[in-house]
C-alpha cells in the first residue's frame, strides 16, 4: 500500500471545477431521501419500518411466526458442532471448539416457543435504540470463528456478528431472552439480537416527537465518530457516520448560532425501559442538517474522515467492513443502502460484466461508470469507483474500499490490508503478481445510484456481514 496515495486530495481534486457539483441530482437526491426516512418512519402500505404496523403485520408475521422459529433453529444449527467437518466447527476466542453445552445453554435461553405464541402487531413492541448496538445471530457475545488454519477465516470474522445499529434507530421487539438481557428486533436493516439494555419501548407520543417533523428536520453525523453528552452533561452514546437525529430547533437557526452547534434529540432509556427524549449540542464539524449535498467535497471530507480506519466484519467493535462503509457515506447524502454487499446491487441500476474478462470489465466500467455513485461487486466485497487515473502509461479505474485483504487464485493465503483505502484496479497487482486481481473475480457486477428502485431488504437469514 506505501505505493498507493492516500491523500484524498489527490483523487478528489478540490481545484477540480466540479468539485461543488451534485453527482446525484436534486430530483434524485430528494427522492432517496424520502425512501430514506420511509424505510425509518414511513407507515405506507409498503414502508419497511419497524414502526410501520403494515410491514409487520404482512412481512414479519406473514407466516404467523413459525419462519422466525426456522430461522432461530436453523442458526442453532449452524453453531452446533455436532457432526461437522473441520472447515465447518465453530472455534472460541480460546482456539477450542465450542462444546455442546454452549449451543444448549444458548438455545435454552432464546425461549424459541415465544416467536409463535404472539404473531401479530403490538404497538408495545416498538422501540428505539438508546445506544449503538452490536446485532448477533444469537444471544451471546461470544464469538464463533472457523479455524484460524484456513484462509481467510478466524479473527476477524465471527460468524456470530451480523450488523451494528446506530443510537436512534427505530426497532421492533419480536422477542427477550429468559434471562432478560437480550432482545429480538427488526431493524430497518437487519433481524437480530441485541443488548436489551440498549432498547427502549416507545409510544406514539414519543413517536410523534421523534418522527413527525418535516423532512429538513434532521441532523446526520458526518464525521467517524462522536461522543454524545446530553444538556445535563450525561455521556448517552458514541455516534457514527450517518446516525440520523432530530434537529431540535430550525437547520436556519442553529446554523446561525455564534458558538457554530446544533441541537439534536437524542434517545435515552429510563429504569423501566421506557425511551426518553434528552437534548444535545453538536459541533457543526460532526453533525449537520440531512442530508448533506451529493458533492465530490462532501464525499471527499467522508472519506478524509474514514479512510485508514480498522475493518470490522460485521461491525465488530463498531467499525466498517466494505458494505456498512457505503452504507454510513451514502446515508450522509440521504441514499438508504442495504447491509448486504450483493443486495446494494439492487439500489441502482445494475449491469453484470461477469461473463466478461477482466480487461473488458475495467474498460466497461471507465466508459460507463459514473464517479462517485457507482458500487461495484465482486462477490462477497463491494466498492465505490471514483474515477479513472493514469498509472505507467496507462488509464485505469480507481475505487474507494473497506477491505480486509487481497487473495492468490488458489485462496491458500491473504495480503492483509484490514482497513479502508483508495486503490487502482488493476489487470496484476505489482507488488506481488501471485495475488488475484479484484477485476478477475468470478463475480464483477456493477450498479449506478440514481432514483430509489423500490428494492426489497435481503432474507433474514443471510448474513450481511461482508
Not at 197 to 220: M, Q, T
Not at 438 to 459: D, E, N
Request: proline share 8%; with cysteine.
Amino acid at each position: 500500500m506505501a505505493n498507493y496515495d492516500q491523500e484524498v486530495d489527490h483523487w478528489i481534486d478540490p481545484a477540480s471545477a466540479a468539485y461543488d457539483s451534485p453527482f446525484l441530482s436534486a430530483a434524485e437526491q430528494q427522492a432517496q431521501w424520502n425512501a430514506y426516512l420511509a424505510r425509518y418512519f414511513g407507515t405506507g402500505e409498503h414502508d419497511a419500518s419497524p414502526w410501520n404496523p403494515a410491514y409487520i403485520a404482512t412481512r414479519l408475521y406473514r407466516q404467523g411466526g413459525a419462519d422466525i422459529v426456522d430461522l432461530q433453529l436453523r442458526r442453532i444449527g449452524v453453531y452446533d458442532n455436532e457432526g461437522k467437518s473441520p472447515q465447518t466447527i465453530g472455534y472460541g476466542q480460546n482456539y477450542l471448539p465450542h462444546p455442546a453445552r454452549w449451543i444448549d445453554d444458548i438455545e435454552r435461553n432464546m425461549n424459541l416457543q415465544q416467536f409463535g405464541q404472539a404473531p401479530s402487531y403490538r404497538p408495545s413492541a416498538r422501540a428505539i435504540a438508546t445506544d449503538a448496538l452490536l446485532v448477533r445471530e444469537l444471544p451471546t457475545m461470544d464469538p464463533s470463528f472457523y479455524s484460524h488454519a484456513l484462509a481467510g477465516q478466524g479473527y476477524p470474522f465471527d460468524n456470530l456478528q451480523i450488523s451494528s445499529v446506530r443510537p436512534g434507530t427505530p426497532l421492533y421487539v419480536l422477542g427477550r431472552s429468559v434471562d432478560g438481557a437480550w432482545d429480538y428486533v427488526q431493524t430497518p436493516d437487519v433481524q437480530g439480537w441485541v443488548r436489551a439494555s440498549g432498547v427502549g419501548s416507545v409510544d406514539d407520543a414519543f413517536i410523534s416527537a421523534w418522527a413527525l417533523r418535516p423532512s429538513n428536520g434532521w441532523g446526520v453525523v458526518v464525521t467517524a465518530s462522536v461522543g454524545v453528552n446530553d444538556t445535563a452533561g450525561v455521556f448517552r452514546f458514541n455516534a457514527t457516520t450517518g446516525t440520523l437525529l432530530p434537529l431540535a430547533r430550525s437547520a436556519t437557526a442553529q446554523a446561525s448560532a455564534a458558538a457554530r452547534l446544533y441541537t439534536v434529540l437524542v434517545p435515552a432509556r429510563d429504569a423501566d425501559g421506557r425511551a426518553l427524549i434528552r437534548e444535545a449540542q453538536l459541533p457543526d464539524a460532526a453533525v449537520a442538517p440531512a442530508p448533506i449535498a451529493a458533492t465530490p467535497r462532501h464525499l471527499a471530507s467522508l472519506i478524509k474522515s474514514l479512510i485508514g480506519r480498522p475493518y470490522g466484519w460485521g461491525n465488530m467493535n463498531f467499525y466498517n467492513d466494505c458494505s456498512s462503509e457505503l452504507q454510513s457515506i451514502f446515508a450522509a447524502f440521504g441514499v438508504w443502502l442495504p447491509r448486504h454487499s450483493s443486495a446494494q446491487m439492487t439500489a441502482g441500476d445494475m449491469t453484470d460484466l461477469s461473463s466478461e474478462s477482466p480487461a473488458q470489465r475495467l474498460d466497461y466500467l471507465m466508459a460507463h461508470g459514473k464517479p462517485m455513485r457507482t458500487l461495484i461487486y465482486i462477490g462477497g466485497h463491494v466498492m465505490l469507483y471514483l474515477g479513472n487515473t493514469s498509472r505507467n502509461g496507462h488509464t485505469v479505474p480507481v475505487v474507494y474500499q473497506d477491505i480486509w485483504g487481497m487473495r492468490p487464485a488458489d485462496n491458500s493465503r491473504r495480503a492483509v490490508i484490514g482497513g479502508s483505502v483508495i486503490f487502482p484496479l488493476l489487470l496484476r497487482v505489482p507488488e506481488d503478481p501471485s495475488l488475484e486481481s479484484l477485476a478477475a473475480t468470478r463475480i464483477f457486477q456493477i450498479t449506478i445510484l440514481g432514483m430509489p428502485s423500490g428494492a426489497t431488504p435481503p432474507p433474514a437469514e443471510e448474513n450481511p456481514a461482508s
